[in-house]
Each structure stands twice: as structure tokens, then as C-alpha cells.
């Protein structure tokens, strides 16, 4: 049995992608997840409630994202967790974890971030921040966010599956950088491009965030997009996913067949059918608001 302690943080931001359906996601995820026998800490998020947020310095929510980002990282500072699981929430909610664990474990922490998109943007190109999180976690991008990073990670330490058809500034981002990705295609054969990288740049541990929407909206359809109702060009030209849940599952099993896993973050899950039935059942006579 491991000896290390882990915090299980349930963290239901939605701020950081201005969609209110991702508070019911993590708590969902939180009711779904097996039971835990750790430490189990919920991040003070301000819920939504019919509010519009606004545009502040370029980031949308930023006053309500800086605010749960520090809440996180207290948290995590008081337990001083070994290995951390999250539970979100957009995809920013892995920020402070991440940092956290680049700290404490330095340069032999990797981060395999299960993702169609980099998340390597800046209000420059986009004011919502779960599009900024692996940036900040490299040191780039809004202050209010690499500031919370003590130890930046390396980008030779990162790995990006199921990314594909990126944005031109993701695209040249990834470039200048020399992140190594992993095409769905390669996910999906098994052409050991993992353990290579593993190998490669002498990673022990592994912090592993897993945005559902790196699935087949046709497949799963509590994300993004497969919100129902949509338009054919809704999401513009942004990547939608093409994995399955045993592609993932997979590569994560190959992964960890070579390093320790000691972070972990579901992010994005957007149940949409939960949401659309909540909101009915608001509306019946002895169970609602009438």
C-alpha cells in the first residue's frame, strides 16, 4: 500500500470557461467518483446564478478565477498532499495542482495533458482562462496566473494526446516551444510514443489532466460538443474530440506502466441532459418554485 497522501479536491469552477453547466460537472464527477479513503477538500466557488461575467483586463471572471485559484492553492498548501485528484470544473482547475506537484516533485514531474486543444492561449487571443492553463503552467501568459507558479514546468516535460487541428497560435506556440503531441491517430495505434517520451526526458511522475472533450461527442455526450440544440458552426473551427473512453484509459494504463501517476484532473464534463432535467423539474407543480 502507497504511503503517500493524497488530497481528493472537489473544484466547481465555471468562471474559467463562462459555461455555468461545468458546476453541475464537478459535482456530478464528485457523486459518480468511487468512494475516497483520503483527504476530500471542496474549492470555494462562487455558483452561478443567472449572472452574466464580465470582461476584466482581458479575462472574463477574472476577480472570481483569481479568487478560487488562491482558495485552491491554500487548500493544497495546508495539506501538503503527495499526490493530488481533482474533480472539475473547466479546465483551469488544474493550475494549482499542477503547480503544486511541479514543486514537489521538480524536474522529474512530466504532465500528459489529455486534451484536443493545447491550452497555451492568452487573453490576447482568448479572454476565457481554461484556455491559458498549460501556458501558465510554463510560465506564459497573464500575471495573475504564472504567478501562481513557483516551479514552471519544462516543455520538454509535456505531452499533449488527442490534440489535433490546432489554432494558428497554438500551432506556433507548440512549435516554438518543442512540446511533443500525440496525434488521436497515434492514441489510438500502439506506437509506444508515450513510454518513448517517458524515456526520453527521465520522467518519474505524472500529472495526467483529462478534458472530456477530447471525446467523440458522439460517442459521450456530456461535453462541450454535443451540446444539444447547437449549430453546425457554433464552436467555429475549433477541434472536437475523437477519442473513445478505452483509448484514454489505454494510454493512461501505458503511461503509468512507466512513471507514477501522482496528479490527476477530470475537467470539462458538461452534462447536458443532468442540466436540461434540473431546469424541468424546476418548473412542476410540488417540486419546484411554483
Known amino acids: ?7 481528493r479536491l472537489i473544484f466547481p469552477q465555471w468562471q ?17 467518483a468511487p468512494p475516497a479513503n483520503d483527504i476530500t477538500e471542496e474549492v470555494n466557488v462562487i455558483p452561478p446564478a443567472n449572472q452574466s461575467l464580465v ?3 482581458g479575462m472574463t471572471g477574472r476577480v472570481a478565477v483569481t479568487a478560487q485559484l488562491a482558495d485552491a492553492a491554500r487548500i493544497i498548501a495546508k495539506h501538503k498532499p503527495d499526490t493530488l485528484t481533482v474533480l472539475g470544473g473547466d479546465c483551469l482547475v488544474s493550475l494549482a495542482p499542477f503547480a503544486w506537484l ?32 498549460l501556458g501558465a503552467l510554463l510560465g506564459h501568459g497573464d500575471k495573475a496566473l504564472t504567478d501562481a507558479v513557483n516551479h514552471p514546468i ?11 487541428d490546432p489554432l494558428e497560435y497554438e500551432r506556433d506556440f507548440i512549435k516554438h516551444y518543442d512540446i511533443a503531441t500525440c496525434s488521436p491517430q497515434q492514441v489510438k495505434s500502439d506506437n509506444h510514443v508515450i513510454e518513448k517520451w517517458i524515456k526520453d526526458n ?4 505524472l500529472a495526467i489532466h483529462i478534458d472530456l472533450d477530447v471525446l467523440d461527442p458522439s460517442m459521450f455526450r456530456s461535453v462541450l460538443f454535443a451540446k444539444p440544440g447547437r449549430t453546425k458552426d457554433e464552436f467555429g473551427n475549433v477541434a472536437e474530440g475523437e477519442l473513445t473512453m478505452e483509448d484514454v484509459a489505454k ?14 484532473t477530470i475537467a470539462e464534463h458538461l452534462p447536458w441532459d443532468a442540466v436540461n432535467l434540473q431546469n424541468f423539474l424546476l418548473k412542476l407543480p410540488l417540486l419546484g418554485n411554483q
Open 251 to 264: 494510454l493512461i494504463h501505458e503511461a503509468t506502466l512507466h512513471a507514477e501517476a501522482v496528479g490527476i
Open 102 to 133: 511541479s514543486e514537489h516533485y521538480g524536474n522529474k514531474l512530466g504532465v500528459l495533458w489529455i486534451d484536443s486543444h493545447p491550452d497555451v492561449q492568452t487573453p490576447a487571443q482568448y479572454p476565457n482562462a481554461h484556455a491559458h492553463v
Open 55 to 57: 470582461l476584466e483586463d
Open 202 to 205: 527521465e520522467i518519474e511522475y
Open 1 to 7: 500500500m502507497s504511503s503517500k497522501s493524497n488530497l
Open 16 to 32: 474559467g470557461g463562462d459555461n455555468p453547466p461545468y458546476y453541475l460537472g464537478s459535482k456530478l464527477l464528485a457523486w459518480l
Open 154 to 164: 519544462s516543455p520538454a516535460k509535456v505531452m499533449i494526446a488527442g490534440i489535433h
